[in-house]
T-cell receptor, first 116, second 109 residues
Framework: GAVVSQHPSRVICKSGTSVKIECRSL??????MFWYRQFPKQSLMLMAT?????????EQGVEKDKFLINHASLTLSTLTVTSAHPEDSSFYIC????????????FGPGTRLLVL | GQNIDQPTEMTATEGAIVQINCTYQ??????LFWYQQHAGEAPTFLSY??LDGLEEKGRFSSFLSRSKGYSYLLLKELQMKDSASYLC??????????WGAGTKLIIKP
């Protein structure tokens, strides 16, 4: 149980385009999902907390107009990187919290974004 | 401020035992997690401790002392596939997960 999927796993795009990443909890309902970014050889950095049916809470320094988050259902959250630039190239990972199992966060497999 | 400390890198031998320590100073405490992350992959959940003591799960065990702000992850009978980064994370009073920088574990034959 507690499987989280993420799509796409890898994306290459041109500078200035927008990229949407989907995160789904497959076998549980996730009222809260989290979006992380990880640069090579660095620790996870929380970007935002996504609550179903309400606006996401962004961490300091993360531009909410650039990283659009939508959590329309209990099993789906999306992150859209708008007008992507090469410095946005990173490993984006979502996680979902199964409130019924001790606040544990389960991670999706991640999306590797390369902006040319 | 909130702080999680763990060693940057450790080396151990296949078949041996290794203990990865984690100390924390956070605003409140609602549990401590250990995750394993292989290079290029997302973290996978290993353990969750909220009460003092040792939790054993196969070759992996996790220990917590809340009074000391201390935890360790113990890996027994090390295998080459255990080479990975091990992340310690604490759930604070706001149920925010505070992450350590991770310990890169290198297993040698």
């Amino acid at each position: 149980g507690a499987v989280v999927s993420q799509h796409p796993s890898r994306v290459i795009c041109k500078s200035g385009t927008s990229v949407k990443i989907e995160c789904r909890s497959l076998d549980f309902q996730a009222t809260t999902m989290f979006w992380y970014r990880q640069f090579p050889k660095q620790s996870l950095m929380l970007m935002a907390t996504s609550n179903e049916g309400s606006k996401a809470t962004y961490e300091q320094g993360v531009e909410k107009d650039k990283f659009l988050i939508n959590h329309a259902s209990l099993t789906l959250s999306t992150l859209t990187v708008t007008s992507a630039h090469p410095e946005d190239s990173s490993f984006y990972i979502c996680s979902a919290r199964d409130g019924g199992t001790a606040e544990t966060q389960y991670f999706g497999p991640g999306t590797r974004l390369l902006v040319l | 401020g909130q702080n999680i400390d763990q060693p940057t890198e450790m080396t151990a031998t296949e078949g041996a035992i290794v203990q990865i320590n984690c100390t924390y100073q956070t605003s409140g405490f609602n549990g401590l997690f250990w995750y394993q992350q292989h290079a290029g992959e997302a973290p996978t959940f290993l353990s969750y401790n909220v009460l003092d003591g040792l939790e054993e799960k196969g070759r992996f065990s996790s220990f917590l002392s809340r009074s000391k702000g201390y935890s360790y992850l113990l890996l027994k009978e090390l295998q080459m596939k255990d080479s990975a980064s091990y992340l310690c994370a604490v759930l604070d009073s706001n149920y925010q997960l505070i992450w350590g920088a991770g310990t890169k574990l290198i297993i040698k034959p």
